[in-house]
């Protein structure tokens, strides 16, 4: 897989990455997670080329940095490790559906605490990117990435990244210690960035990592109904796969796999070579726990999408429904 860095001062990565999340957490809660199929879809990444593996301590919780670790014992020189700090898990099935209730947690000692406690579940001396999962309103985000800062300073992290901030927070975290990435949902249903904060990353050589970049399964035409959706799964609560909401955008998933068919790719290959055609740092982070999916993602990284179809999927409008 061809490879960019993250941002013009981080690591080299393959243009496609792999999000962690869902092997162990959120989606399809009701199924049976199967780490030795999880494990080799991580082990394949990596073949592939796909070396950023994105991970979270809140995951699970705490359980999907565990298996990350198992997954990267005598392979860590091969991947780029990706996990966050700023979400603690409070009550872990107290939340919507028996999903964990999680609050933010900026606080510095806990930014202090949770980078050890990061590193002993993956196995590990140091991650490559560290990044802070939510800011926390009741503390200055300076603070929190001061804490940051020092994971730095003393090995613990090379680069620092961001998750789901506005540009003026970024600034803020700037002043005390470089922004490598920022991580943010984006994708061709969820494109708040292209107002402010990806023309502010490509600016100042910043990485942008795309979550759910296929729109949670949206975009590849994976659910036309709300009753398809899995028992126990997240999306269930999401206003735009409720019924209604959900018909109205299946026009949306049509136009991708059009695009799809007349240049002879999947609709995912689609959706993530938009994203990778947003700027030479945009690194789409699909989360998938199965192999064919896994294989189906990392192709997109050799589609080239024409100036018309490009233009044809810019012209997609807006999903019907809020977010959250």
Do not use: C
Request: aromatic letters at 6%.
């Amino acid at each position: 897989m061809r490879k960019t860095t993250l941002g013009t001062h981080g690591p080299a990565v393959g243009v496609i990455g792999l999000g962690a999340m869902g092997m162990s957490f959120a989606y399809d809660m009701a199924a049976p997670r199967d780490e030795v199929t999880s494990i080799s879809v991580i082990h394949q990444a990596l073949d592939l080329g796909m070396t950023l593996i994105d991970t979270a301590d809140v995951y699970g919780p705490y359980t999907n940095e565990e298996l990350v670790g198992r997954a990267l014992a005598g392979r860590r020189d091969r991947a780029v490790i990706a996990t966050k700090v700023g979400l603690e898990a409070i009550d872990p099935t107290g939340g919507p559906g028996g999903s964990p209730l999680v609050r933010p947690n900026g606080r510095p000692e806990h930014v202090r605490a949770a980078i050890d406690a990061s590193l002993r579940r993956l196995g590990t001396d140091h991650v490559d990117l560290y990044q802070l999962h939510r800011v926390d309103p009741e503390v200055p985000i300076e603070e929190t990435w001061g804490a940051m800062a020092e994971a730095v300073a003393t090995g613990k992290a090379r680069y620092l990244g961001l998750s789901e901030v506005t540009v003026e927070q970024i600034q803020r975290a700037q002043a005390v210690h470089q922004v490598t990435t920022v991580q943010s949902e984006f994708s061709l249903w969820t494109r708040d960035v292209q107002a402010e904060v990806l023309p502010y990353s490509q600016q100042h050589g910043i990485g942008l990592l795309p979550y759910s970049p296929l729109g949670r399964g949206f975009l590849v035409g994976r659910f036309a109904s709300f009753d398809e959706l899995p028992q126990n799964d997240q999306r269930r609560r999401l206003p735009r796969f409720q019924q209604d909401n959900l018909r109205a955008n299946l026009d949306i998933a049509t136009k991708v796999r059009e695009v799809a068919v007349r240049i002879g790719a999947t609709p995912a290959q689609v959706a993530l070579a938009w994203l990778v055609a947003q700027g030479p740092h945009v690194v789409p982070i699909p989360g998938t726990k199965t192999p064919k999916y896994l294989a189906d993602n990392a192709g997109a990284a050799d589609v080239r999408l024409s100036p018309e179809d490009l233009a044809a999927l810019d012209a997609i409008p807006a999903p019907v429904g809020a977010r959250y």
